[in-house]
């Protein structure tokens, strides 16, 4: 089994930023493929925010390009969301996502717990 750790979110007003982190970890051998963030906002369906392959290339969601920007640590199997110039409508539970290759197990998709970022006006 693997797990998404993710840490980072809390209240912020609106212009502010904030950086999530997502580690990823198992008792197995494992490798990290693509990586991304994804957000759920009360009554809206979980939509995209930003996604990383293994050789960093990006791609971003229109209403985040130039705001926020994806990175990851492959060392540390580790991807990160910088946050900038907050909004209100940024608010949501932000979850990590990890396609992640396990000896064994072949590939899998794996979510994080979620992180609630909040971006008072």
């Known amino acids: 089994q693997v797990q998404l750790v993710e840490s980072g979110g809390g209240l912020v007003q609106s212009g502010g930023s904030l950086r999530l982190s997502c580690a990823a970890s198992?008792?197995?051998?494992?490798?990290?493929?693509?990586m991304g963030w994804y957000r759920q906002a009360p009554g809206k369906q979980r939509e995209l925010v930003a996604t990383i392959a293994g050789r960093g290339s990006t791609n971003y969601a229109d209403s985040v390009k130039g705001r926020f920007t994806i990175s990851r640590d492959n060392a540390k199997n580790t991807v990160y969301l910088q946050m900038n110039s907050l909004k209100p409508e940024d608010t949501a539970v932000y979850y990590c996502?990890?396609?992640?290759?396990?000896?064994?197990?072949?590939?899998?998709?794996?979510w994080g717990q979620g992180t609630q970022v909040t971006v008072s006006s």
């Open positions: 198992s008792g197995r051998i494992f490798s990290v493929n693509a």
């Open positions: 996502n990890a396609d992640v290759w396990m000896v064994g197990r072949g590939s899998n998709d794996y």
